[in-house]
């Protein structure tokens, strides 16, 4: 595979703010494209195939994970989540970096595929407190899931030292100026 582009990966417990803080940074970067992944999990309102994600049911997924087609694969709050190898070398092919949105298990195991040329970025809540607040406020998630997304964020923030930056999405402006900075040493390097 060709490994000459950029790999960022952006990881944070689900409700942090980072889909939020990524739809800004597609503005001020516009050589950085997300990666698209694969998911199981129910479309929400107003999300399209082949924007946010590939949106497939559990059978395809199995039959194109053991087909060999995902970088990296992970069961994520209940549903299945994939980076598809063929869409991330045709994008370092052309030349493009970029930027992956993953949970945990997905970024170790950039970081095993990659080494060091995967730059990873946790994004921290100010407070379990105040994600749950977010979650609840963004109502696109039943109590239930809420309540589990809540669980995997406290394991998730037991390893929020663990990577290579961190920014702690507080004040919305300040963490995008923080998170921009970072973003713009790696692409400088
Ligand atoms: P994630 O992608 O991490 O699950 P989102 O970007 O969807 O999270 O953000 C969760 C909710 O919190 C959304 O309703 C969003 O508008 C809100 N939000 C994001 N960042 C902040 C912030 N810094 N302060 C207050 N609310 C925020
Ligand atoms: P959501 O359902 O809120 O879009 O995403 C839930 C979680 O799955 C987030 O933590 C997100 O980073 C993670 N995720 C999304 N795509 C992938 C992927 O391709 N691989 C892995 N490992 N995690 C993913």
Known sequence: MNKSGKLIVVVAPSGSGKSTLIKRLKKDFPNLEESVSTTTRPKRA???????????DRSDFISMRDRGEFLEWAEVHGNFYGTSKR?????????KDLLFDLDVQGVDNMKEAFGDKARAIF??????NELESRLRGRGTEADEVIKLRIDNA????????????RVVNDELDG??????????SILDT
Do not use: C, N
């Not at 406290?154 to 930056?165: A, T, V």
């Open 46 to 56: 107003g999300e399209r195939h082949g924007e946010a994600y590939f949106f497939v």
């Open 123 to 128: 994004i921290a809540p100010p407070s379990i």
């Open 175 to 184: 963490a995008y100026s923080r998170l921009k900075t970072i973003i713009q």
């Open 154 to 165: 406290k394991k998730e923030l037991l390893r929020e030292h663990d990577y290579d930056y």
């Open 87 to 95: 869409f991330v070398e045709g994008r370092l092919a052309s030349g």
